[in-house]
């Protein structure tokens, strides 16, 4: 009898260690491969990139109306010299021919804008550079904002069902949409520079959202091009003192990646800390044209990163 309860016992120990064994594999997190799966975050969205790209076509459009009001008004001015100085009664179509070959309206969108320039860095372009003949009048321009300002809209939608699959923070959501609401009303009421600002802040909003997603590139590099314009507009407006705040911001940018880009390609990270102390001195010089050009040697840097990142994605 004493046998058979010692046999018994022995047999509980071994059944209890086999279920206790069972639990600790299925327990455990970092053998586990579906565990792994649900900790990593999801891969970028489509959509986000698409946004990011049609907020940067924006801001090439708007930065383009000053340029295309010039040179549409000297249209018009030089229509009104044709007639007088023509011996002959020229046709209407005439007239507009002849007075859009002496008017080079890209070269007052260039003379006239604040950030194409850098966008030019960024190989992006607007619907205004592929402005072979003037318009009438400015309202063309302001139709294509607004059909492309209303794409942004319907983009944001599909976003907004992405970032709440990923339960982010309903604050961050709300401030994009703040921002979204107050650059609605800007494009409405046709303020150009308001506009300008806004949708430029909205890029350094969604370049906020690729924190929560699978993106090699980090985020830090996409915010740096967001403040790389903002510090143009400010530098615009002779704000000096708040884009110079906004550069050092941009110096603890490219500190969150330092490490990581000096493992990659050291002399790209080296030609971006260059043009940044090059823009630095611009800024502190306050001339608006320099900065210009520095701030452009600045978002080619800023593009290199971006390529050297994701050049390793690819390998």
Known sequence: MMKKNYIN???IVI????ILS???????????????NNNNPPETPKVLEEMDEILKQLCFDLDAVPG???AIAEKEERKAEISEESDTDLGSDEKEESAEDDVNHRKHILQNSILIHSL??????????????????????????????????KKWNILENELQEINLADTAITDFESLLDDATLYIQNRAQFESLEVINDLTYELAGFMDFFDDKVPS???KMAS????????SYLDAYNEARNLLETQKELVNNFRSELVQQDEAVLNMLELSIKDLEQELDKEEFELV??????????????QETFESQIAQ
């Open 9 to 11: 016992k022995i047999l």
């Open 15 to 18: 059944i209890s260690m086999l």
């Open 22 to 36: 069972l639990i600790g594999c299925n327990g455990n997190s970092e053998n586990n491969p579906e565990n792994d």
């Open 68 to 70: 295309l009001e010039v």
């Open 120 to 153: 030019f860095e960024e190989e992006i372009e607007g619907h205004a550079s592929d402005i072979e003949v003037l318009p009438g009048s400015i309202d063309d321009i302001w139709y294509e904002i607004t059909k492309k300002f209303n794409e942004l809209h």
């Open 220 to 222: 830090d590099v996409y």
């Open 227 to 234: 403040l790389n314009r903002k510090i143009l507009l400010l």
């Open 292 to 305: 210009q050009v520095k701030a452009a040697v600045v978002v080619k840097n800023i593009k290199l990163v």
